[in-house]
C-alpha cells in the first residue's frame, strides 16, 4: 500500500514539475489544477487571484462533520546551481530519484510545496478508501514572494470551516502551531554612472561561490554565509588599501532565500596582485570561521577589460554604506527557549541596471511588535543612504494555542500510527496560517508535511519515506473529525 501511495504522489507531483511555476507567475498551473477539479465532476472557483478552490462532498453519512480545508501553495522558489541553464518562467524541473530522495537537476526541486498539492491531489483521487466530512480544497498563488493569493482571498472561503490543516511544514514528525510574521522591504536609488578613471588602471571580476544558501526562516541560525555580506566585506578591504570604483554587484533573486554568491566589478589602483591576495586572504578567514558549515566557499579573482562605466562616487557610497549597515542573519533568539529565533533578516538580494539599484531584504519575527521595530530601522537605514523604501503588506505571526482540540487529536493520530509521539514546535518561517485565521479567529490549525531538505536551494530534496507515512496520516486524522461534533 504504502509503494503505491508513494508512486501515485510522486506521479502527480512530476505533472506539477513539469509546469514553470516561480511566484507572480501561477496561471498555467492554476488553470492545471482548475481542470483537474473539473475532470472529477467536482465544484472548483479560480479567483482573481488565480487561486484554487474547491469542494469535496464528505463520505456517505458525515454530512454534517466538519468542515475541514486542505491547503497547500501552488508557487516555487526558483534557483539554480551555478552555470546551470535555467529559466524560471519557461522551463521544466528535471526530477532525479533514487532509493531514498527525489531531487532536481542543477535547480530547486519545488517540493516546497508541490509535494503538499501532489499528496492532496492523490487524497480526492482516493477519497473512497477513507471516511472523511466535508473538504474544502484551497492552493494559493504567491506564498513565496509576498502571500498576496492568501491574503485575497475572499473571507467567505474559510469563515464556514472549523478546521485548516495546512501542508506546508518540511519535516515528517512535527506538527507546526506557531510561525513567524513578516514584511518585505525593497530599498532603492536612482544610479549616475561616470567613465572611468584612468588612474584606476586594474579591472577586476570577483565571484563569490560555493556557498550553501537555504531557507531565510528555518536555515537563518545554521551558519550560512550571505554572499551580499562578503561583497560588502570585499568592497571595505579595497578601500581601506586603494580607490575603486564599482560597475556591478549582482547577488540572489528573491528575499526568502539566502544569497549563495555574488559578482562584483570595479576598477581600482590596486595592483592584480594586491586584490588577488586580499580575496584569497578573505576566503582563509570566513572557512577559519565556517569551516563546519561553509567548506566550499570561494573567492575569485580575475581581470577584465576596463568597463565603459562605474558608478558615481556618491552613488556608490551611499550604496556601500547601506550593505554594510544591514544586518542579515539573526537578531534576536528566544529568552524561553534560546535554541529557538526569535527575530531575523535575510537580505536576499541586490540588482543593479542603469538607471537604478534594489535591494531585497525579508525580516521575520515570532512576535508582531518585533515586525514593527525592524520596519522603523530600515526606513532609518535608508533615509540616511538617501534611498527610497517600500513596505509589503504584514503578514502577523501565528500565535501558539496549547489548548487546540485539532493539535491534541493530530497528535492522537500521528502516535497511533507511528508508535511514538510527534514533536509540537513553533517555526522562525512564514506561513499562511495567520492570514486564515484574520479571515476566521475560531479557525483551528496546524502544519504538517514530508522531509524536505534543503529548500530554497538547488540541493533541495524530498526524502522519499516520509510520503506515504504523512499521506496516512492526513487520512486517519481526517477520518477523525468526521466523527466530531461541527464546532
Keep these: 500500500m504504502s509503494e503505491t501511495i508513494l508512486n501515485g504522489v510522486l506521479a502527480e507531483f512530476e505533472k506539477l514539475a513539469a509546469i514553470p511555476r516561480p511566484s507572480k507567475h501561477e496561471e498555467q498551473v492554476s488553470n492545471y489544477l482548475k481542470a483537474f477539479f473539473e475532470e472529477r465532476g467536482l465544484t472548483v472557483v479560480q479567483d482573481n487571484f488565480k487561486n484554487i478552490i474547491a469542494e469535496v462532498p464528505a463520505s456517505p453519512g458525515l454530512a454534517d462533520a466538519p468542515l475541514t480545508i486542505l491547503q497547500a501553495h501552488m508557487d516555487m522558489v526558483c534557483v539554480a546551481a551555478e552555470g546551470y541553464a535555467f529559466e524560471p518562467t519557461r522551463d521544466a524541473i528535471k526530477l532525479i530519484r533514487d532509493e531514498e530522495f527525489l531531487s532536481a537537476e542543477g535547480t530547486s526541486l519545488g517540493a516546497d510545496n508541490g509535494i503538499g498539492i501532489a499528496e492532496i491531489l492523490w487524497l480526492v483521487n482516493n477519497r473512497e478508501s477513507f471516511n472523511h466530512g466535508r473538504l474544502r480544497i484551497i492552493f494559493t498563488t504567491d506564498e513565496e514572494q509576498?502571500?498576496?493569493?492568501?491574503?485575497?482571498?475572499?473571507?467567505?472561503?474559510?469563515?464556514?470551516?472549523?478546521?485548516?490543516?495546512?501542508?506546508?511544514?518540511?519535516?515528517?514528525?512535527?506538527l507546526v502551531a506557531g510561525s513567524a510574521g513578516?514584511?518585505?522591504?525593497?530599498?532603492?536609488r536612482e544610479l549616475h554612472y561616470v567613465r572611468p578613471d584612468t588612474k584606476l588602471p586594474n579591472n577586476m571580476l570577483v565571484k563569490i561561490g560555493g556557498l550553501r544558501g537555504g531557507h531565510?526562516?528555518?536555515?537563518?541560525?545554521?551558519?550560512?554565509?550571505?554572499?551580499?555580506?562578503?561583497?560588502?566585506?570585499?568592497?571595505?578591504?579595497?578601500?581601506?588599501?586603494?580607490?575603486?570604483?564599482?560597475?556591478?554587484?549582482?547577488?540572489?533573486?528573491?528575499?526568502?532565500?539566502?544569497?549563495?554568491?555574488?559578482?562584483?566589478?570595479?576598477?581600482?589602483?590596486?595592483?592584480?596582485?594586491?586584490?588577488?591576495?586580499?580575496?584569497?586572504?578573505?576566503?582563509?578567514?570566513?572557512?577559519?570561521?565556517?569551516?563546519?558549515?561553509?567548506?566550499?566557499?570561494?573567492?575569485?579573482?580575475?581581470?577584465?577589460?576596463?568597463?565603459?562605466?562605474?558608478?558615481?562616487?556618491?552613488?556608490?557610497?551611499y550604496f556601500s554604506n547601506l550593505i554594510t549597515l544591514i544586518h542579515s542573519g539573526v537578531y534576536l533568539m528566544s529568552p524561553e527557549n534560546p535554541a529557538d529565533v526569535l527575530a531575523?533578516?535575510?537580505?536576499?538580494?541586490?540588482?543593479?541596471?542603469?538607471?537604478?539599484?534594489?535591494?531585497?531584504i525579508l525580516p521575520r519575527a515570532n512576535a508582531d511588535e518585533l515586525i514593527a521595530?525592524?520596519?522603523?530601522?530600515?526606513?532609518?537605514?535608508?533615509?540616511?543612504?538617501?534611498?527610497?523604501?517600500?513596505?509589503?503588506?504584514?503578514?502577523?505571526?501565528?500565535?501558539?494555542?496549547?489548548?487546540?482540540?485539532?493539535?491534541?487529536?493530530?497528535?492522537?493520530?500521528?502516535?497511533?500510527?507511528?508508535g511514538y509521539a510527534p514533536k509540537v514546535k513553533t517555526i522562525h518561517?512564514?506561513?499562511?496560517?495567520?492570514?486564515?485565521?484574520?479571515?476566521?479567529?475560531?479557525?483551528?490549525?496546524?502544519?504538517?508535511?514530508?522531509?524536505n531538505e534543503n529548500i530554497h536551494t538547488p540541493d533541495e530534496r524530498l526524502r522519499l519515506d516520509t510520503v506515504a507515512p504523512h499521506v496516512k496520516f492526513i487520512a486517519g486524522l481526517l477520518e477523525k473529525i468526521s466523527f466530531l461534533p461541527a464546532q
Design 146 to 174: 509576498g502571500m498576496s493569493g492568501a491574503m485575497g482571498l475572499d473571507k467567505r472561503y474559510v469563515a464556514d470551516a472549523d478546521y485548516l490543516i495546512n501542508c506546508d511544514s518540511e519535516r515528517f514528525g512535527e
Design 182 to 188: 513578516c514584511v518585505h522591504v525593497t530599498l532603492w
Design 216 to 317: 531565510s526562516g528555518e536555515e537563518i541560525a545554521c551558519g550560512r554565509i550571505n554572499a551580499i555580506k562578503v561583497a560588502a566585506q570585499i568592497l571595505r578591504q579595497i578601500m581601506r588599501r586603494g580607490k575603486i570604483r564599482l560597475a556591478s554587484l549582482s547577488s540572489g533573486r528573491v528575499f526568502n532565500a539566502i544569497p549563495a554568491g555574488a559578482e562584483l566589478i570595479f576598477a581600482t589602483d590596486l595592483s592584480i596582485r594586491v586584490v588577488e591576495e586580499l580575496c584569497a586572504e578573505i576566503e582563509r578567514r570566513l572557512k577559519a570561521v565556517y569551516s563546519a558549515t561553509e567548506p566550499n566557499i570561494k573567492v575569485e579573482a580575475t581581470v577584465l577589460r576596463r568597463p565603459e562605466k562605474v558608478l558615481h562616487a556618491k552613488d556608490y557610497e
Design 344 to 360: 531575523s533578516a535575510n537580505l536576499g538580494a541586490v540588482r543593479m541596471d542603469d538607471e537604478i539599484v534594489e535591494l531585497k
Design 373 to 418: 521595530e525592524f520596519m522603523e530601522g530600515f526606513e532609518q537605514a535608508a533615509r540616511l543612504c538617501a534611498f527610497e523604501y517600500k513596505f509589503s503588506a504584514i503578514v502577523p505571526a501565528w500565535q501558539f494555542k496549547p489548548d487546540s482540540r485539532l493539535l491534541k487529536l493530530a497528535g492522537e493520530v500521528f502516535a497511533a500510527q507511528q
Design 429 to 451: 518561517a512564514s506561513l499562511e496560517t495567520s492570514l486564515f485565521l484574520k479571515k476566521n479567529p475560531k479557525l483551528e490549525i496546524i502544519s504538517i508535511g514530508t522531509t
